[in-house]
Structure formats: C-alpha cells, structure tokens
C-alpha cells in the first residue's frame, strides 16, 4: 500500500514537472541538434547545451545523439532529402568536402552570424582548424568545435612491467617495434594497437612524414585529386603493421574507434587514437591519470629527421536548411554558436576532454591556469599540432566520399593482415579503388564543382 | 443467383481488397518502382545533381570486381547457411519424430529460436565467440585455435553461417516434422518385415517421400540467406573483416545507405529483384510438379 501511494505521489510529481517543463519549452524557439559524440563525450557536449538553455530564455537547444559520426552523417543527409533537417547537425571532419559540395543545404556559419548582426571574427580559431573548415576564398563553413589530432597513448605500469622507463614513449617506429617486443618478452600480449586506422596511420602518418595522401594538396586544390598511398613509404608502413601482426607486437583492433576499448580496459600497451579519447582514458584505464602517458606519433628517422606537424581530426558544427525555416530560429543557431566559441566554454571543454583548444583565447585562457603543470600530457595534442609551420601535405585534406574511401582502405589493409595481399598490392588495390569513388564523387557533383 | 445476392455491389470487392493493395502500393510497388528509377540516375548525396545515364550504373556494378565477388561470396553463404539449417533440421526431426519419452518438450525447445529476432540472435553469438570476453572463443583458444574473426575473414564467415542457421533450423525442423509424420507407417511396416535397416528405410523411403517439403524447404532457405539474414551480419561483422562477409544485400545497405551512392545501390536492388523473381517462378513451376514421389 506504502509503494502504492509512493508511486502515485512520484507519477504525479513527475507529471507536474513534465507539463512545467513543457510550458516554458512551448515559449522558447526550438533548436534542433544532432550530435554524434558517444559517452561520456556526448554527455559533456549535452550540458554544453543545457548551459547555454539556462543562461537565457529564448531559445531552447535540444542535443540528441543520434549514433556515431558516420551515422549521424548519414541520417542528417536522409533528413534534409525528407524536408526534416535538424537546425545543427555535428559532422567528423571527413564530412566535409561532402558537406561543402552541398549548397543549399547548409548554411555556411559565417553567412549566418552576419545575417544575425552578430560580430564574428574566424580568425579568433587557429589557423589549422579554421583552414580545414573554409572555403577556399575563406569562407568559414562550419562551426569548429571538437577537433582532436591523433596521438600516442601508453599504460606506464605496463612500461614498468616490461622494464622499460615508464616517462619515455618510443620516438620511432624502429623503438616502437622494440618497446613493443620487450612488452611482448613481459607476457603482454596487446603491446600496439591503433584506432581509426585509416586517419592515424594514413592520414596523420602522411602528414607528419611530408608526404601526399593525395595530389592536388590532399584535395584541398580541387575536386580532382587522385590517392598517393601506394608510394614505397605507405607500403613500407604496412608490411611494418603486418609483420609486427605476425611477430603478435601489434594487435588490429577493428575499424574505426573499435580499438578504443582494447587501450581503456588496460589490455593494450600502446595505442595510436585521438587526443579525444584522454577523457574515456582518465574515467577506464586502471590506475587511472598517474597511469596514463601521452606521447607524439611515431615516425621513421631514416625518412624524415623532424616531422611535421599532425592534423586535426575531430568534427565541427554544420547550420542545415529546410524548407520553412524561420529567421529567429536561425538568430538562435547564431546565438548558441557564438556561446560554444567563448574562451571559458572553449577552455573547459579543452581540459575536460583532451580535444583541442580551438581559439588562441581559450588556449591562453588554459595557459595562465596551472593545468598544464597539474595534468602533464594534456598539452601534448597542441604542441603536436603547432610544432611546425604546415606544409601542402599537412594541411589537412578534402577528399569527396571520404568516409567510403576510408573503409576501403581499412578492408584493403584487413586483407593484408590476413595475408590474403601483400602490403603492396593493398595499397595498389586502395588507390584504385579510392581513385574510382572520388571520380564517381566528382561526377556527382558536377553541380557543385561548377558553381563553386 | 445467389452471386447477385451476395456481390450486388461492385465496389464492396474492391473496398475490401483496398487496404491489402494499399499496403502493398505503399510498401512494395512504389519503393521497387522508385529503385528502378533511382537506377537509371547519378545524383549527388543531397539530391540537387540528376543525371540521366541509361544503364550505367548496371554496366559499372556488373563490371566490378568486387561486386562479382560478392555475388560468389553470397551463393557460398547462402549454400553453407541452406545445407547446415536443413541438414540439422532434419536430423533433429527424424529424433523427434521417434516415439520418445518427452517429445513435446523437445519440439518445444527446438522450436523456440525461431521467435528470437535475428539481431538478437546475432548478439547472443557475438558475446558467445567474441575474440576477448567470448567463453566459447576461450575454449578455441585453449585448444590452441588462433581465434580472432575480427581479423580472420573465414573465421567470421563461419560465426555468420552459424548464427544464420541457428535462426532456420526451428522452421526447417517444424516442416520435415510434418513432413516426416504424413508418410504412412504402413509403408514403413512393410519395409521393415522385408528386412529393410532403419538406415535403407530412410533412404529409400523416408528421404524420397520428403522431397516435396525438402524442395520447398531449399527455395525458402536460399531466400532466406539471400535477403533475411542482414540484420545477423550487420549486428555481428558489418559485412567486415576486409570484405569477407559481405553478402549482396549487405552491399546495397552500404553503398547506398553508408556511401550515399544511390544510383548503385538501386541497381544492385533491382538485381536482387529479379534473382527474386526468378526463384519464385521456380518455386512455381516445379514445386509441385518435378519432384517425384
């Protein structure tokens, strides 16, 4: 009877706040979000909403997840073919060229924050970020918000298993191959492994050993850019990844950020991921920060004596169109961006996940904290980034259809490491097939490439 | 007279039909005739491009490499996945149909898969031979198995077939159970006095006396194979490692819905379409005619 009457009281204590809730949501503008971050990402990038709901009164964000990036890719496009786009939608980086081909569809961010009267400066974003996100007249496109670049991650008290000195990550993949042998000698037996295979050992690997991942400056140039991951250096890198395989010193964990887990339960030594995952790492890895090391990429010394900069991965914030949409709702877009682009938003979201500090304020803002010296390896990511000037192939790259060619040259790599293919018959076999889906992209799109 | 009686009105047929043909307009003709369409076109991932291209698009699937592969690697599939549900099927059928103590919970049991969705199927087997935390995959392991189907496309390709199957054997089992009961004891009687095995019975009697359900089994199995096993291999591989279980259904799924490219997707579905077509045409024709008795 108690239970009874407790549940009765708790129904109608929820009703209440329900039809509370939903009055004052009813008064507010309707903004829909749709973002693609798992947990506990996707949890922080929801209170980034709930802030920005409390701290005025006119319009209310709605943040839903609506599956990981691909996903979310793949089900905004189907909602603005359906006349049902969200107002925001989150895209990982290699959306972008797809993105961009489509006009009409989007809103490019600073069209938006002009038509709202709202000054907006892009050049308040670091230069490698806002690069990757504009046109080539400088257009700002999309709204940079979480952008990560790929890093090395180890588990120290594995290192001190292994007799290894546990500050000091290996600098090339001749000492990663020998760290990883003696973790292996220790009775490891994950001592390498790598998330996102495509973007941290093609795309980041080119970049910081100066070499194209495709011509045309990685397709920024022009619709036109054929693969270049079949020179000797790629299928080198390759026979690397299938020989440690065969030896049992690497461990391919799956596609895309599969591998995350393998690093987070403590099983992996080593693996190559994005800066992002430092957040999952902190709250999973047993023994939690004093654990955890953060070290650059590795590179090959006998190709390149100082690599250069990695780029960023990540995704940005794309404003959609559709049919009906009013001016106030787009006021309330521009409203919610230009509060994600403040310096304590920008600096909080930096120090609580490990993506990077996307504006020079923000960044300063974290500087003159002593969070630096507090979390030793959270800075890691910015310097990686920074440390060079950027050359053509470290800009970043713009390829149509990047997500399906990123598959392919995942399947092609997968069949090397079963054995199915050489190392150099992989990379001949993705070229070509890569070559094929950006003809069939720029075909698409003849459109697009004519008016732009 | 009576007829008049019954249908004086000739709109009361139609009404009647209306919400069947509405369905089927709704959820088969116009998705199949806009398939047939999208076919004919490139268009960019957005919808603003149309091309008009002809037969294109079947010119490029049908000279793919990887598409001809798929098309092997689907009729292996569907071959091992029709083979291994009816074989234990009927395995299975001829034990239950013996007079034993308990038969009814047995039938039960088996049975019972077959309200399992195939995603949660596909899950159940994923936790059982998932490479780190799977028991069975601890026990391959210990037996000195290398087992990471993860990796190893004809490890993942034997897990698909399995949990495939698993789902069929409750379906194929009920028919050969039917099948099995309807043939007539005495036959069997006289056999056995002329001193015919249990072995030589069902080979001579009972297998041949089967093969009409047996028959109508192959054609619904093969269809199932073909094009109601996606969600097992999505929920399990997504069609992955390399491309080692990627059945033709799955290809139209991720061309179409993952890459965005429509114009080959829809011509990979109007294929499947007809391969459809075909095998319910066979089914048909010979179904009740060509299998002998």
Not at chain 1, 244 to 257: A, L, S, V
Request: charged share 15%; proline share 5%; net charge positive.
């Amino acid at each position: 009877m108690i239970s009874r009457r407790h549940l009765l009281s708790a129904a109608a204590g929820l009703a209440l706040v329900a039809s509370a809730s939903a009055a004052s949501a009813q008064q507010r503008v309707q903004i829909d979000f749709w973002h693609g971050l798992t947990q506990p990402l996707g949890g922080m990038l929801e209170q980034i909403a709930a802030d920005f709901n409390a701290s005025q009164q006119r319009y209310q964000v709605n943040a839903t997840f609506r599956g990981a990036y691909p996903e979310t890719m793949v089900a905004a496009i189907a909602a603005y073919r359906a006349g049902n786009a969200p107002h925001i939608v989150q895209m990982f980086e290699v959306g972008t060229a797809t993105m961009m081909a489509a006009r009409g569809a989007i809103v490019p961010v600073q069209d938006l924050m002009a038509e709202a009267g709202m000054a907006f400066n892009p050049n308040d974003y670091i230069a490698s970020v806002r690069g990757y996100y504009s046109l080539p007249n400088g257009v700002l496109v999309s709204m940079p918000f979480n952008s990560s670049t790929s890093i090395l991650f180890w588990n120290k008290e594995h290192f001190r298993r292994a007799g290894l000195n546990p500050e000091q990550p290996p600098r090339t993949w001749a000492e990663t191959r020998e760290f990883a042998t003696k973790l292996k000698a220790a009775g490891l037996n994950c001592p390498l492994t790598t998330a996102w295979p495509t973007w941290t050992q093609f795309e980041q690997f080119s970049a910081i050993h100066d070499v194209p991942l495709a011509t045309k400056s990685n397709g920024l140039g022009g619709m036109d850019a054929q693969l270049r991951i079949n020179s000797p250096l790629h299928v080198r890198h390759v026979q690397t990844l299938v020989d440690m395989q065969k030896e049992g010193t690497f461990r391919y964990g799956g596609r895309d950020g599969a591998a995350d887990a393998l690093m987070a339960s403590g099983e992996c030594s080593m693996i190559h991921a994005s800066s992002g995952l430092r957040a999952r790492l902190l709250r999973e890895l047993p023994g939690g920060v004093a654990n955890l090391g953060a070290g650059f990429l590795p590179f090959y010394d006998d190709h390149i004596r100082e690599p250069k900069n990695s780029i960023i991965g990540g995704a940005s914030f794309w404003v959609m169109q559709k049919p009906g949409r009013t001016r106030e709702e787009f006021r309330g877009v521009a409203e919610f961006f230009r509060y994600i682009g403040r310096p304590e938003v920008v600096a909080k979201w930096h120090t609580d996940t490990g993506f990077l500090p996307i504006t020079q304020a923000g960044f300063e803002m974290v500087q003159r904290t002593n969070f630096y010296q507090q979390n030793p390896g959270a800075d890691v990511p910015a310097r990686q980034m920074l440390r060079t000037p950027t050359t053509e192939n470290s800009m970043g790259l713009r390829l149509g259809n990047m997500p399906e060619i990123r598959v392919v040259i995942q399947e092609e790599l997968e069949r090397a490491l079963q054995g199915q293919q050489t190392a150099k018959q992989a990379m001949d076999r993705a070229v070509e097939r890569g070559n094929t889906i950006l003809r069939n992209f720029e075909r698409a799109n003849r459109g697009a490439a004519t008016r732009g | 007279m009576h007829k008049r009686v019954i249908f004086n009105d000739k709109l009361l047929p139609y009404l009647l039909l209306a919400p069947q043909i509405a369905v089927t307009v709704v959820f088969f003709f116009l998705p199949a005739g806009q398939a047939v369409l999208y076919s004919l076109y490139i268009q960019d991932a957005f919808g603003h491009d149309w091309q008009f291209v002809w037969f294109e698009n079947f010119e490029v699937v049908l000279t793919d490499r990887d598409y001809l592969d798929t098309v092997w690697r689907t009729i292996l599939f569907s071959g091992a996945v029709t083979f291994v549900s009816m074989g234990s099927a009927l395995i299975l059928a001829v034990m239950a149909d013996k007079h034993i103590r308990g038969a009814t919970v047995y039938k039960t049991l088996i049975v019972w898969p077959y309200a399992v969705a195939p995603a949660v199927a596909a899950v159940l087997w994923y936790f059982i031979f998932h490479p780190s935390i799977g028991f069975a995959s601890k026990g391959l392991v210990a037996l000195g198995v290398n087992w990471d189907w993860k990796l190893d496309g004809g490890q993942a390709m034997a897990i698909v077939v399995l949990a495939a199957s698993w789902k069929q054997v409750s379906y194929n089992f009920l028919f050969f159970l039917a099948g099995l009961q309807s043939i007539p004891k005495s036959v069997l009687e006289a056999a056995s006095i002329d001193g015919a095995g249990s072995t030589r019975r069902f080979w001579t009697i009972v297998f041949p006396l089967l093969s009409p359900t047996t028959f109508f089994l192959l054609v619904v199995n093969v269809v199932y194979a073909f094009f109601d096993t996606f969600g097992t291999i999505h929920a399990l591989t997504q069609g992955g490692p390399g491309k080692a279980t990627e059945t033709l259904i799955y290809k139209v799924y991720s061309d179409g819905v993952q890459n965005l490219d429509l114009g080959s997707s829809s011509a990979q579905s109007v294929i499947l379409m007809l391969i459809v077509v075909a095998l319910t045409a066979i089914q048909f024709r010979y179904v009740e005619r060509k299998v002998h008795y």
